[in-house]
C-alpha cells in the first residue's frame, strides 16, 4: 500500500556567528567609513557583498564574473598559504617555553559576536581566514607578553597577517557588474564591445565556461541580446589589474 502524504516543506535554515577576540580583526571587518579627507577601507562586510554579487552574476553565464571569481580564488589560496607561515612561525615560538610553565590561550573577557549573513563560499573561505587571523594577533600579543616576540617582531607579524586580507579585499573590490553573458560575446553585439574596449579580452577557457571557479554556480541560462546597441556595460574587474597588492 502507498501512503499518499502532502509534505510542505520548508528552506533550509541555519543560524551563524562569528566571534572576534581581538581589535585587529574587528577593524579588519569593519573596514573604514569614508570622510572628509580620508579614503574608504573595505571591510569584510563589503568583501562579503562582492562575492555575492560575483556569484549571482557567474550564474547568470557572466564571463568576467568567472573570470573576477577565479582572481579571488587564486588570492584566496595565496593568502591561506601566508597565514598558515604566520601560524606556524607562532607554534614554533611557543615551543621555546620552559616546560615548567604553563601559559594558557589569551581570550578576550568580553569577545564581539557578529551574525553571519553570506551567500557565497568564497566569503566564507574569507571568513575563515579572518578567524585564523584573529588567532595570530593573540597568539603575537601572547608571545611579545612573555618575552618570546620583540615589539617590532610582534607589529610585524600582525600587519603581515592583516596585508593578505586587506589584498585580498582590494582586488573584490574593483569587481562591479559587466552585464554582459556569453551569449552576448558571442554575437560581439555592442555591450560586448563595450566591455571589451574597457577590460580586454578574456582568457578563452573562460570566455567558452570551461573554466570556472571551483564554487561557481550553475548557469541559468537567458536570451541573448545581440541587438543591444543602447545598453553600456558597466565596469567589472580588469584582468590585467590581479597581481597588484593592497
Known amino acids: 500500500m502507498v501512503d499518499h502524504y502532502q509534505l510542505n516543506l520548508g528552506s533550509l535554515r541555519s543560524t551563524i556567528t562569528l566571534t572576534l577576540h581581538t581589535h585587529h580583526a574587528a577593524r579588519l571587518w569593519q573596514g573604514r567609513a569614508a570622510r572628509e579627507g580620508v579614503q574608504p577601507i573595505m571591510g569584510m562586510a563589503g568583501y562579503i557583498s562582492a562575492t555575492n554579487l560575483m556569484k ?21 589560496t595565496q593568502a591561506r598559504s601566508g597565514m598558515d607561515t604566520l601560524a606556524q612561525q607562532m607554534g614554533q615560538l611557543r615551543e621555546r617555553l620552559p616546560q615548567q610553565i604553563d601559559v594558557s590561550d589569551n581570550l578576550n573577557i568580553q569577545p564581539v559576536t557578529l551574525p553571519l549573513f553570506i551567500g557565497s563560499q568564497l566569503g566564507f573561505l574569507a571568513v575563515y581566514l579572518l578567524t585564523d587571523y584573529d588567532t595570530l594577533v593573540r597568539h603575537a600579543l601572547l608571545a611579545h607578553h612573555t618575552a618570546l616576540l620583540s615589539r617590532r617582531e610582534m607589529e610585524q607579524c600582525i600587519d603581515a597577517g592583516a596585508h593578505l586580507l586587506r589584498s585580498l579585499f582590494t582586488l573584490a573590490q574593483r569587481f562591479k557588474l559587466a552585464g554582459v553573458t556569453r551569449a552576448d560575446m558571442a554575437a560581439n553585439n555592442a555591450r560586448a564591445r563595450v566591455v571589451i574596449e574597457r577590460l580586454g579580452e578574456l582568457p578563452q577557457d573562460v570566455l567558452e565556461g570551461t573554466r570556472r571557479s571551483e564554487f561557481a554556480p550553475p548557469v541559468v541560462k537567458r536570451s541573448s541580446s545581440p541587438e543591444a546597441e543602447d545598453e553600456p556595460a558597466a565596469l567589472a574587474l580588469p584582468h590585467e589589474e590581479t597581481g597588484e597588492e593592497a
Open 56 to 76: 549571482q552574476a557567474s550564474a547568470n553565464d557572466d564571463p568576467y564574473a568567472d573570470w573576477a571569481m577565479l582572481q579571488v580564488e587564486e588570492k584566496l
